[in-house]
């Protein structure tokens, strides 16, 4: 187990190396250069060409690459925006927990919400149990989720005064965006857990449960849930990785300062420095949340934690 | 039974009697006293994008300039009109030649750290300045900055320049001590290095700056001894927290406008200013080799005619504008003038009339229109658009971001027009050499390419005289207006809204918190 955390954990180099070359690349596509966006009307052709000298903006692109990768892993240095002339790995500290808080909250809420309306709806399947939460989760599962943020804005904090508009600097500003996503994402994990459980609940094995004489709380939760719960955690994890690096539309609705705005600052900005040290985070953290998500495949399922400990 | 509920009747009916009473006494405020009743607040809430940086000479973005305003001060302040006023410097000369400015200092000013502020502080942030390519624009006439004793600081340029001391303003003074000893995280945190009427106490740009009056402030103030800035990137969040009563006085976007001004719980009131949405058509062959069909100046003049500023102004922005005829609004922006400059009035029939003139009787194709995806120019581009269709200009709308839209336009990447809206204050000089000399044709959009305005604008620049600086540069506007190459709609009109109990005076530019009182 140890030597198979190690290999996954070694493995992040590559993928670092990888989604940072990417970045590089569709940044030194896009068009507009940061001296003309930083300057704006007050910039010369003059003083716009030795900002971006300065900033290294004409460097040959495996020059500027190879200085970025060679700062990340002998210093860990994130470099400095190009903007602010702050240190990237600054920024990025303050925002990733607000980040981590929402994300996690967000997933947390869904999962509550979606699984256990998943096993009801799956165990009371053609009932009124049933076609009900499906046909309220379609509508959410196909709702914006920043619209349903306006709205929840609307009802709870403008007409109601029950909850602040904005913020994050209590646990009270996490409401409104928590509810966003789990409302939004818990849908999509019902929908899974529905499914899966339907497949797990037809299997031999819980027919030869029953036929035990299993209580059917029994047969349920420990025996197919079990099983169904492998494609939610899978589904968990990449929507936990998402909320990372892609809650952009969220943050800024609640003006919650976090990893996706300052993504979508240092694009509209230009800012390379910006976005490459914040989908390097992302990256680091998808990468662990996937080991996570494997790993607890081995907590869950007996015969994969057998294949580890082989 | 019957005498028990009698007295539970009659204990009620006195209870209410009494409450009543009670009620009836009125507030206090109604009893006269001998004091005076103060203000109901000293503290306000507003709300702004994230600032960049604490160093006000690193950016000259707007959300960011609004800030610098309150906490640091220039030499002297250029108010909207173009009139200039004393701040750290209580007098100034020109000399003869207007190569030398030479200002005496306020020996009574003191930065927020509690040092007295001298004319080496001055000096150092002049030269600073220099260092910082964001404020070359200001800094690039001075030839040297010297201060002669502790209250004098003379300035000494490379060529007289009419637009000197708007230029001067634009460049805050900070404290020595506290740049040189804090270093790096001068730019990062609460440094005391600033003049203005509020010192920064809190600093999260993320989350919040609060500010509070500086108590040694050399002049009047408002009686607002708080701000709290809360960070909000969301035009739309800062309205609904606004309407929550979280903050206090909230810009509003064009499409809430006419919800917001019909509550009659909000005051509310238009700002005009001199940010500009103007039309710039290509005439010259961009970089790919692909002429322009707006080189035919009739084709051009058809476009012109065929715009329905009005129109477009309450349709695309809800009212919210000031048809415009000249590029940077006359009564605001020193220098500019609409005299003798050509106006062209909506005409669709001389549109089509001038289209056959030019070969096309049928209406002609002109290719991209570039929409950068800001403010409301989409909107504005599918009102031009149907203006244009029924007159048979034909035109493909390619929206974008702005970032890539005004690259593009640089390099002439479009047919025929592009949308922009763009700030322009203070001092005619300041653009005139970006928007027309042929030095800046690399940044340039509608890129003239003229000795003949080259020459103007260094006229104007030069003038010792206003007489001299306003015929040059009317000159030149009456130039752009007959080229018919910037085409400007309107000035902008921003919409505000706040608490009615707070008295807040908006200016074209910049807002200043210590003008502002609760009532």
């Known amino acids: 187990m140890h030597r198979y955390i190690l290999k996954r954990l070694i493995l992040l180099i590559p993928v670092i190396l990888g989604a940072t070359l990417i970045i590089f690349f569709i940044m030194s596509l896009a068009k507009g250069d940061p001296g003309s966006v930083i300057l704006g009307q007050a910039g010369t052709e003059e003083t716009i060409t030795k900002l971006n000298e300065s900033l290294g903006y004409y460097d040959p692109f495996f020059v500027r690459y190879f200085r970025y990768i060679k700062g990340l892993f002998m210093d860990f240095d994130f470099g400095y925006s190009w903007k602010t002339g702050l240190p990237v790995a600054n920024e990025i500290s303050k925002r990733l927990p607000v980040t981590l808080t929402l994300a996690s909250v967000g997933v947390f809420t869904a999962s509550f919400i979606g699984i256990p309306l998943g096993i009801l709806t799956a165990t009371k399947q053609f009932t009124l149990l049933d076609d009900i939460p499906t046909a309220i989760a379609m509508i959410f599962a196909a709702t914006p989720i920043f619209w349903l943020g306006m709205l929840l804005v609307l009802i709870f904090s403008l007409w109601l005064g029950w909850l602040p508009t904005f913020g994050s600097t209590s646990w009270k500003n996490f409401i409104l965006p928590m509810t966003s996503i789990g409302l939004c994402y818990g849908a999509r994990q019902m929908r899974y857990t529905r499914s899966s459980m339907l497949e797990s609940i037809r299997e031999d094995y819980v027919r030869t449960a029953r036929a035990k004489g299993a209580q059917e709380k029994t047969v349920i939760w420990k025996h197919a849930l079990r099983n169904a719960l492998l494609p939610v955690v899978t589904v968990m994890g990449n929507e936990f990785g998402a909320l990372c690096g892609g809650s952009a539309v969220i943050e800024n609705l609640f003006a919650i300062p976090g990893i996706g705005s300052y993504i979508v600052q240092g694009i509209n900005f230009r800012d390379v420095p910006v976005v490459t040290g914040c989908v390097v985070v992302v990256a680091i953290l998808y990468s662990c949340v996937t080991l996570v998500v494997d790993l607890t495949y081995a907590f869950i399922d007996p015969r994969t934690k057998a294949k580890f400990t082989k | ?519």
């Open chain 2, 1 to 519: 039974m019957i005498s028990r509920c009698k007295r539970t009747v009659a204990i009620l009916l006195c209870c209410l009697m009494l409450a009543s009473l009670t009620a009836c006494g009125g507030s206090s405020s109604s009893v006269s006293t001998s004091e005076p009743t103060g203000p109901s607040r000293t503290d306000l809430n507003v709300a702004a994008r994230a600032l960049a940086s604490l160093d006000p000479q690193v950016s000259t973005q707007a959300n960011d300039v609004q800030f610098y305003r309150q906490v640091y001060e220039g030499l002297v302040k250029v108010d909207q009109y173009g009139n200039v006023e004393p701040r750290i410097a209580e007098s100034w000369e020109q000399s003869a030649d207007g190569m030398v400015y030479t200002f005496k200092i306020n020996p009574n000013i003191k930065f927020h750290n509690g040092d007295k502020l001298t004319a080496d502080d001055c000096v150092f942030s002049i030269e600073r300045s220099a260092e910082h390519n964001i404020m070359n624009a200001y800094n690039r006439d001075i030839v040297s900055v010297s201060s002669p004793d502790d209250n004098v600081v003379e300035i000494r340029l490379s060529a007289p320049n009419s637009a000197f001391m708007f230029n001067i303003f634009q460049i805050p003074i900070v404290s020595r001590r506290a740049v040189e000893e804090m270093g790096e995280s001068f730019a990062a945190k609460v440094n005391g290095a600033g003049t203005g009427p509020y010192e920064v106490v809190e600093y999260d740009p993320n989350v919040k700056i609060v500010l509070k009056k500086f108590a040694d402030y050399y002049r009047p103030t408002g009686n607002i001894e708080t701000v709290n800035i809360n960070t909000i990137e969301e035009a739309s969040t800062r309205l609904v927290a606004f309407e929550a009563g979280d903050l206090d006085f909230v810009d509003v976007p064009p499409s809430n406008w006419k919800t917001i001004k019909s509550n009659s719980n909000y005051k509310t009131w238009e700002q005009e200013t001199s940010r500009v949405t103007r039309f710039v058509l290509r005439t010259y062959v961009n970089q790919k080799g692909e002429s322009a069909v707006m080189a035919n100046k009739n084709i051009r003049l058809a476009l012109a005619h065929a715009l329905n500023k009005q129109a477009i102004i309450d349709v695309a922005v809800d009212g919210l504008g000031v048809p415009a005829d000249v590029i940077c609004n006359p009564k605001y922006v020193k220098g500019s003038s609409a005299e003798g400059v050509t106006i062209y009035e909506y005409n669709p029939e001389k549109s089509k009339q001038l289209l056959a003139e030019a070969g096309f009787p049928n209406g002609v194709d002109v290719g991209t229109i570039i929409v950068p995806n800001q403010y409301n120019q989409p909107s504005i581009a599918q009102v031009m658009h149907a203006m244009l269709e029924d007159v048979g200009i034909r035109a493909i709308l390619d929206q974008t971001d702005a970032t890539t839209g005004s690259a593009r336009a640089k390099v002439g990447d479009f047919g025929c027009m592009y949308i922009t809206t763009s700030t322009m204050v203070g001092h005619l000089s300041s653009f005139l050499t970006r928007l027309v000399h042929t030095s800046a044709l690399g940044t340039q959009v509608a890129k003239y390419n003229s000795p003949e305005l080259d020459k103007l604008v260094e006229a104007g620049n030069a003038a010792t005289t206003e007489e001299e600086m306003m015929h040059n540069y009317n000159q030149i506007t009456k130039y752009i207006g007959d080229a018919c190459i910037e085409i400007p709609v309107f000035y902008v009109t921003t919409a505000y809204a706040s608490d009615p109990g707070l008295d807040a005076p908006t200016t074209v530019d910049y807002y200043y918190y210590a003008d502002w009182k609760w009532n």
